[in-house]
């Protein structure tokens, strides 16, 4: 969400006149758009602002714009007077404080009318920056913005806001500029992206979108991420399955395998109904490839409990498991009414108990595609090999001399592991 947040924002800057540079200290203009799902994406972030007060005194004339969950859709006062180099603060999702006061500083606009020329800038369709034009292959696309289901654990909610649609013209707008700029792949981004359309007065749902999208010439493939059990419909998992653009390949976060626990992080689903889902899915969608996210050591998870979590990934094989320890984020509901009680050595030895546990089983899973042929969308060339992925959504390395940026071609897999793929051009 934040990769798309800056896109949308260095757009943005590039119709004011400013262009990127990978060099901060030769930057007039620095953003950093922060994440705080947990406590160590802030500390990297405190980390990441506390390094750019010397340029700020080496060149006043700096502007630091602090953007994202840091600063959150409430605003955060507190920040600016812990660290008084910021020069200007956005929520989430809002690049307008930014933009507004470069349009004041920036001298030649003085004569216009500040308010429009904002919207007109922010209202633009997207274009992709300077260093990304041509080269972008695989893009974001913000559909539901915050969220409102209330995790017990989840900072989210309360730093993005309520949860809110894209109007559907809007993204059928910036899908078809994105594929005009050579994009090749799109990801429909939500909190809860299977509940896109709800809140909306035509109802719209994403297996609608997704079908308008399909038809996009030049667009080749199509994701969506993060997907709710509950809200996952027939309908959509038709979408996937009927749509060969739409990849098979669906994120699905489970979180706990002990009900208790479920019910304590209000996920609202028991873990034999998420057995039942992965089931459903893997009929309707053959070859498709899961995700899951779990977190380890919640307020008062016995190791029982963690068992049955163990035990469900364990049974379920799935194709990629995102793991977290439990960080207690400031008013949330967990953190104000529950006791982090598991013990931070505790919390690393169960992580690490899924994590080989997801090695061996992501071992497993890849090594059947060893002297199979898959389809890979190249996305970059970095250290000699080129790299893309399968609509599966495996990593997969090549070597070749060819150009291969934002072509899908056919590969023979030579080696497989865990977490990546190599293999040969099928001639
Ligand atoms: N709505 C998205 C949430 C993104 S946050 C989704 O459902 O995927 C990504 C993951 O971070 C969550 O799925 C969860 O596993 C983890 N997470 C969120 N809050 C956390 C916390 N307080 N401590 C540890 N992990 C957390």
New binding site residues.
């Given amino acids: 969400m934040n990769v798309a947040d800056s896109r949308r924002l260095a757009s943005a800057l590039e119709k004011l006149g400013y262009q990127p540079t990978r060099v901060p200290k030769e930057a007039d203009v620095i953003v950093l758009n922060t994440c705080v799902?947990?406590q160590s994406a802030e500390d990297k972030a405190i980390g990441r602002l506390s390094s750019l007060k010397p340029l700020k005194d080496k060149n006043p004339d700096l502007v630091i714009n602090l953007m994202g969950c840091l600063i959150g859709v409430r605003g955060n006062t507190k920040i600016q007077e812990k660290f008084p180099w910021v020069d200007v603060v956005s929520p989430p999702s809002h690049p307008e404080p930014l933009i507004e006061l470069l349009i004041q500083r920036n001298a030649k606009n003085q004569s216009l009318e500040k308010q429009s020329e904002l919207n007109a800038i922010l209202d633009e369709e997207i274009s992709l920056p300077e260093d990304e034009k041509g080269r972008l292959v695989s893009a974001y696309i913000p559909i539901v913005y915050g969220?409102s289901?209330a995790?017990t654990?989840?900072?989210?909610p309360s730093k993005r806001g309520v949860e809110h649609s894209r109007p559907y013209d809007e993204i059928m707008a910036e899908a078809r500029a994105l594929v005009n700029q050579g994009v090749k792949e799109l990801t429909l981004l939500g909190?809860?992206v299977d509940r896109y359309g709800l809140d909306l007065p035509e109802k719209p749902t994403l297996a609608s979108l997704l079908r308008d999208l399909h038809s996009i010439e030049g667009l080749k493939r199509i994701r969506f991420?993060?997907s709710?059990p509950n809200w996952m419909t027939e309908e959509l998992l038709d979408a996937v399955a009927e749509l060969p653009k739409i990849c098979p390949h669906i994120?699905v976060?489970i979180?706990a395998g002990d009900d208790e626990i479920l019910r304590a992080m209000r996920r609202g689903y028991t873990a034999a109904q998420y057995r039942e889902l992965v089931h459903n899915i893997r009929e309707r969608i053959p070859g498709v490839s899961i995700a899951t996210?779990?977190?380890v050591g919640f307020p008062g998870e016995t190791e029982e409990q963690f068992q049955k979590t163990y035990e469900v990934l364990d049974d379920l094989r799935m194709d990629v498991a995102?793991l977290?320890?439990?960080?207690?984020?400031t008013g949330?509901y967990?953190e104000r009414k529950m006791e982090d009680d598991v013990p931070e050595a505790e919390k690393m030895r169960r992580f690490r108990m899924l994590e080989s546990l997801q090695e061996e089983i992501a071992t497993e899973i890849n090594s059947r595609l060893m002297g199979k042929t898959v389809n890979v969308l190249f996305e970059e060339k970095s250290r000699g090999r080129w790299r893309g992925r399968t609509p599966t959504n495996k990593l997969v390395f090549v070597e070749s001399e060819e150009d291969l940026l934002g072509q899908e071609r056919d590969v023979n897999i030579t080696w497989t592991g865990p977490w990546s793929l190599i293999g040969s051009l099928q001639e």
Avoid: G, K, N
Wanted: aromatic share 6%.
């Fill in positions: 799902v947990r969220c289901h995790c654990y989840c900072i989210i909190q809860i991420l993060t709710h994120e976060p979180q996210d779990i977190i995102h977290a320890r439990y960080s207690p984020r949330t967990s």
